[in-house]
Nanobody, 127 residues
Framework: QLQLVESGGGLVQPGGSLRLSCATS????????IGWFRQAPGKEREGVSC?????????YYADSVKGRFTISRDNAKTTVYLQMNSLKPEDTAVYYC???????????????????WGQGTQVAVSS
């Protein structure tokens, strides 16, 4: 059974950092594009960052996180990461990872196109 499990969320002060992990199982990660999405209360889900399948040679970042967030993947560890630096209060949301076989990273993130979703991890940025 295909599973994605997020971890690493928590409460952090503005300017701080967190690293989210998306542990995957039940499928061959190499074949899947992986995306990080977030949803804040009262707002629509937003594609934060997506990474191409296989070697992850192509990535997409939402304008709101460019230069602050970095997505990476370790296929051997079947895990995808989202390093979040210089966090702002507006980054507060539930963060989800999702998978799409051979997905196009821009379409995946912009249109939230993914077949499989995790349960989410809460990130709160507050002083």
């Amino acid at each position: 059974q295909l599973q994605l499990v997020e971890s690493g969320g928590g409460l952090v002060q503005p300017g701080g950092s967190l690293r989210l992990s998306c542990a995957t199982s039940g499928f061959t990660l190499d074949y899947y594009a992986i995306g990080w999405f977030r949803q804040a209360p009262g707002k629509e889900r937003e594609g934060v960052s997506c990474i191409k399948h296989d070697d992850g040679g192509s990535t997409y970042y939402a304008d709101s996180v460019k230069g602050r967030f970095t997505i990476s993947r370790d296929n051997a560890k079947t895990t995808v990461y989202l390093q979040m630096n210089s966090l702002k209060p507006e980054d507060t949301a539930v963060y989800y990872c999702a998978a799409e076989a051979f997905g196009n990273v821009q379409r995946m993130c912009v249109m939230s196109l993914a077949s499989y979703w995790g349960q989410g991890t809460q990130v709160a940025v507050s002083s």
